[in-house]
């Protein structure tokens, strides 16, 4: 019997960000949206180790601003070779290319004065906050006792007020309000909870050190959906006319490993605790190269995202495959659209 020598045909070496060869999937079912909802830059990704004036191993997971002068500044997690993360910042002029990288560590981990910070700080969302004349940032902190959320400020990204942490352990996957609501500060984040799955939740807070006030906003579905038992915000909610929009991952628990993708939901304007919408599909997932190779594969994950001056054009800024880091645009008033069209309210604790 001959066989034939193209059932190999679509298994090809590659050699990943991190100069490791791996082997590339085959063909993957392509993005069914007509046309897609969220577009792949031809540029991707923009950023990897290759451009980092030090060495590290990978960087991916950015938040992301705009700043007074209209630029973009990243704050990107860069994971160094012991496996432990800090952060860093990356400025450009169109949020696409010529990025201008710190020469060192923008924000390192302060075990001596944050001992919840001894594995690590990651994952970084960044809200401005106009009232303060500030930027917030919300990031993982990996203390011994698993990874808890912390809170920084800052005006510049070059000096930075720690508030410290803010979450225990288990938690992760923040981001805060850009205002005030009846007085209190409103905080999303992703609480785990031992064989009860990871949700996402609301905390409250009048000074943003004391949390209180804490409401379930976002369940994890359960059985075959892709969001099933573990979701998390992805970059902080994008303020529209018609309510706080939200990207949120759903981890897809399979016998080859996590699938990560990206969901929508909207929440009312007035009381963000309250979902008016929730998407069934996912509206993005690991299909390129770079996503679905890396140090974790097939995982596409946002921190961050930018807003054109047309007030609609997105730029998501999202890690893939924990190895580099890649830019999706889309337009808001589509993602409002297709959430219209295919979402149905949610209610918690009802499904
Ligand atoms: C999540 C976070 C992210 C990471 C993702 C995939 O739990 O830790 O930092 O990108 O897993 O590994």
């Not at 070059?158 to 905080?187: C, Q, V, Y």
């Not at 069934?280 to 690991?286: G, K, L």
Request: hydrophobic share 35%; net charge negative.
């Amino acid at each position: 019997m001959v066989l034939s020598s193209n059932i190999f045909n679509s298994v090809e070496e590659l050699i990943t960000g991190n100069g490791r060869a791996k082997t590339q999937k085959s063909v993957m079912p392509k993005n069914n949206h007509n046309p897609p909802l969220l577009r792949r830059h031809l540029k991707n990704p923009i950023l990897s180790a290759a451009d980092w004036p030090y060495p590290m191993n990978t960087v991916f997971n950015a938040g992301a601003t705009l700043l007074a002068d209209g630029s973009t500044l990243l704050l990107c997690r860069v994971e160094d070779r012991r496996g432990h993360s800090h952060l860093c910042a990356a400025r450009s002029e169109n949020g696409i290319d010529g990025w201008e990288i710190d020469p060192q560590p923008t924000l390192m981990p302060d075990p001596e004065n944050y001992p919840e910070e001894i594995w690590g700080i990651e994952d970084p969302r960044i809200t401005y906050i106009p009232d303060l004349k500030k930027y917030a940032i919300t990031y993982t902190s990996f203390s011994q006792g698993g990874p808890g959320v912390s809170l920084a400020l800052t005006e510049d990204f070059r000096s930075f007020e720690r508030i410290g942490d803010i979450m225990t352990p288990w938690d992760k996957d923040a981001a805060l309000l850009p205002r005030r609501f009846d007085g209190n500060w409103k905080l999303i984040h992703r609480p785990t909870t031992s064989g009860m799955g990871a949700h996402i939740w609301m905390a409250s807070s009048p000074d943003l050190r004391h949390w209180g006030d804490h409401r379930l906003i976002l369940e994890a579905r359960k059985g075959s959906w892709w969001d099933a038992n573990k979701i998390g915000l992805s970059p902080p909610p994008i303020e529209t006319e018609r309510g706080w929009l939200i990207l949120y991952h759903g981890v897809r628990i399979t016998a080859a490993g996590s699938i990560y993708r990206l969901g929508l939901a909207l929440f009312d304007l007035a009381d963000p605790a309250r979902c008016l919408l929730r998407g069934d599909e996912w509206v993005f997932s690991p299909e390129e190269t770079y996503e679905l190779s890396g140090d974790v594969d097939d995982v596409v994950f946002p921190c961050g995202y930018t807003i054109k001056p047309d007030g609609d054009t997105l730029y998501l800024y999202y890690g893939a495959a924990d190895t580099t880091l890649a830019l999706a645009t889309g337009s808001i008033r589509e993602l409002l659209n297709w959430l219209e069209d295919h979402g149905r309210p949610f209610v918690p604790y009802t499904e």
